[in-house]
């Protein structure tokens, strides 16, 4: 009781418990606002992810024209977070993990893109005729074609023909088709959004769909996160001290102490 008396009779002394109580209030309140702040991130976050790609699943392709005329393939992008559960998501990449023999956790795996072409080609080639004897002969056939930005065709072929009395058959043919086709494409972000552009100069390409998945971790991109709470230490500081005389006062300080520190204080 006389312990309670003396606290009570220092006017001092009752300010300065008075002053540490409200200011591990005041850093209570601050650390859970900030708890706050980043629960609504992150929850923002996944929500922006699905709306992406519910708009995803029902995006169709859009055709630009590049300065030379091609024909530029858009689509937007699917987003697929490692750190959570989506069935439908997951069995997309399952193809590409069988197909690449990419690592089943794609840990160091960025995008997943795939494209689905259709070509249409008609040539006209060039055929000399050699004589191999009175009855038949060879029909060589050759067209090349150079259609820049590594894209080219090249047709080579024989056919063989004989004429007897009923009229001229082909005995034997055979052709060869070498064709080189180069694909472009990049991920581009339009007005906040992640789309696929795929263009190629190769004429007669239908390109029939684009599928881009960009794969982000948000536990490993997230901050570990800094934990509040209660320590005992010893300090060296300069602040407001309370000394034996019960006189509050500004100077330095070195003691043991017990310290609440919030975690937006920690560093």
Request: glycine fraction near 6%; aromatic fraction near 6%.
């Amino acid at each position: 009781m006389k312990i309670i008396d003396k606290i009570s009779d220092n006017k001092n002394l009752i300010l300065f418990i008075l002053g540490v109580i409200v200011t591990l209030l005041l850093l209570k309140q601050c650390n859970t606002i900030s708890s706050l702040k980043d629960e609504v991130k992150y929850t923002e976050e996944k929500s922006n992810i699905n709306l992406n790609n519910l708009k995803a699943s029902r995006d169709s392709i859009r055709i630009l024209k590049n300065v030379n005329g091609d024909n530029i393939s858009q689509i937007r992008s699917f987003t697929l977070d490692l750190a959570e559960k989506d069935a439908l998501l997951d069995d997309m990449v399952d193809k590409y993990k069988d197909a690449l023999n990419l690592s089943r956790d794609l840990k160091y795996v960025n995008s997943l893109i795939s494209t689905k072409l259709e070509i249409k080609d008609s040539l006209l080639a060039n055929a000399n005729v050699s004589k191999i004897d009175s009855n038949s002969a060879e029909i060589n056939f050759l067209s090349s074609e150079d259609y820049g930005d590594g894209n080219s065709r090249l047709l080579t072929g024989s056919s063989i023909i004989k004429y007897d009395l009923n009229g001229f058959k082909v005995l034997k043919s055979s052709f060869e088709l070498k064709q080189t086709l180069n694909l472009m494409a990049a991920i581009e972000n339009v007005n906040g959004v992640d789309v696929v552009k795929v263009t190629t100069s190769y004429p007669g390409i239908d390109i029939k769909g684009v599928e881009n998945i960009n794969l982000i971790n948000t536990r490993i991109n997230k901050k570990s996160e800094k934990k509040s709470g209660w320590s005992i230490g010893i300090g060296l500081g300069y602040g407001v001290n309370l000394n034996n005389n019960q006189v509050i006062s500004t100077g330095p300080s070195i003691g043991l102490a017990c310290i609440y520190s919030p975690k937006w204080l920690r560093f």
